[in-house]
């Protein structure tokens, strides 16, 4: 159990254009998704805190309209990065908590904006 | 400064020797987690340790939580190949989930 499912793995897209990303608990309820950015060769940097039902909690520096968040459902979150430029490539992953401490993450998604 | 250290950043080693990685932090945890992550994949779980001085082992990886739940070492004995990868070692601090920078470990044949 505890498997979470991204979609999708990689995207490519032009500068200026949205992307969607998904993010699902398959087989667990999760009141709380972390989506977080990963740097080449370095650790991951927690971006939002999303909580079904209610707005996601950013992170000092992230922008909140750039990076919408939506958390509809128990087993879904979305992050949609809006007006997208190069600097914004990066592997995006998210994670689905289930219980106190326990987070499991999904595969990635590599996002290159061209 | 990060509320998780890691060392060494990066170590290479050859099949069969044995390391240990570090994660240390002044503060307290009630658990702290170790992931390992491949290249262009998310963290996998290995293992959660929450009592002071405990000592886990998940095949040939020992994991010991720090008796103040301050630090947490993790030891491999005689590594392969396979153990290549980003060893990340996190907590939860407050309501967030907060991740050390990382060990990369390159297991040489």
């Known amino acids: 159990g505890a498997v979470v499912s991204q979609h999708p793995s990689w995207v490519i897209c032009k500068s200026g254009t949205s992307v969607k990303i998904e993010c699902r608990s398959l087989?667990?309820?999760?009141?709380?998704m972390f989506w977080y950015r990963q740097f080449p060769k370095q650790s991951l940097m927690l971006m939002a805190t999303?909580?079904?039902?209610?707005?996601?909690?950013?992170e000092q520096g992230v922008e909140k309209d750039k990076f919408l968040i939506n958390h509809a459902s128990l087993t879904l979150s979305t992050l949609t990065v809006t007006s997208a430029h190069p600097e914004d490539s990066s592997f995006y992953i998210c994670?689905?908590?289930?219980?106190?401490?326990?987070?499991?993450f999904g595969p990635g998604t590599r996002l290159t904006v061209t | 400064t990060q509320l998780l250290e890691q060392s060494p950043q990066f170590l290479s080693i050859q099949e069969g020797e044995n390391l240990t990685v570090y994660c240390n932090s002044s503060?307290?945890?009630?658990?702290l987690q170790w992931y390992r992550q491949e290249p262009g994949e998310g963290p996998v779980l290995l293992v959660t340790?929450?009592?002071?001085?405990e000592v886990k082992k998940l095949k040939r990886l020992t994991f010991q939580f720090g008796d103040a739940r301050k630090d947490s070492s993790l030891h491999i004995t005689a590594a392969q190949p396979g153990d290549t990868g980003l060893y990340l070692c996190?907590?939860?601090?407050?309501?967030?989930?907060?991740f050390g920078p990382g060990t990369r470990l390159s297991a040489l044949p």
């Open positions: 994670s689905a908590a289930r219980g106190v401490g326990e987070q499991y």
């Open positions: 340790v929450v009592t002071g001085g």
């Open positions: 087989d667990f309820q999760a009141t709380t």
């Open positions: 996190a907590a939860f601090y407050g309501q967030n989930f907060v």
């Open positions: 503060s307290v945890f009630s658990s």
């Open positions: 999303s909580n079904e039902g209610s707005k996601a909690t950013y």
